[in-house]
């Protein structure tokens, strides 16, 4: 499975519905992209102990960094319709990798062909 950002930063605030989000963290195989990195650790705001504790979540994940076959695959996705550049190149590492993307913000991607997504505030049992 490969989580979102927003995943990430619900889990670390773990509150209520949020508290699946974090159960969602402790998979085994929970990874996330590169971007996914940059976009939760880049924040610049963070309250009390935040920012680590993103950082210990990560700590325990495969990080996929952006290759050559997830920048082609981005571009492409980028081409067909309007997207972020972190929504496009999280998309394309799910892709490339065969991974299952856990987001909360579906919509954003029910498009992309070949893409299997899980709203894990709705979709998921943990």
């Not at 927003?6 to 969602?24: C, F, G, H, Q, R």
């Amino acid at each position: 499975m490969l989580l979102d950002s927003n995943v990430l930063i619900y889990a670390s605030k773990a509150k209520d519905l949020e508290d699946k989000a974090a159960k969602l963290v402790k998979q085994t195989d929970a990874c996330v992209s590169a971007i996914t990195c940059v976009e939760v650790l880049g924040y610049h705001s963070f309250k009390g102990t935040e920012k680590t504790d993103l950082e210990t979540m990560l700590e325990y994940m495969t990080i996929f960094l952006v290759s050559e076959q997830v920048i082609e695959s981005a571009i492409s996705l980028r081409q067909q319709k309007s997207m972020s550049l972190g929504d496009s190149i999280i998309a394309a590492t799910a892709l490339v990798h065969g991974k299952v993307l856990y987001t909360r913000n579906t919509d954003d991607f029910k498009w992309i062909a070949g893409l299997q997504l899980v709203n894990p505030f709705v979709d998921y049992t943990a």
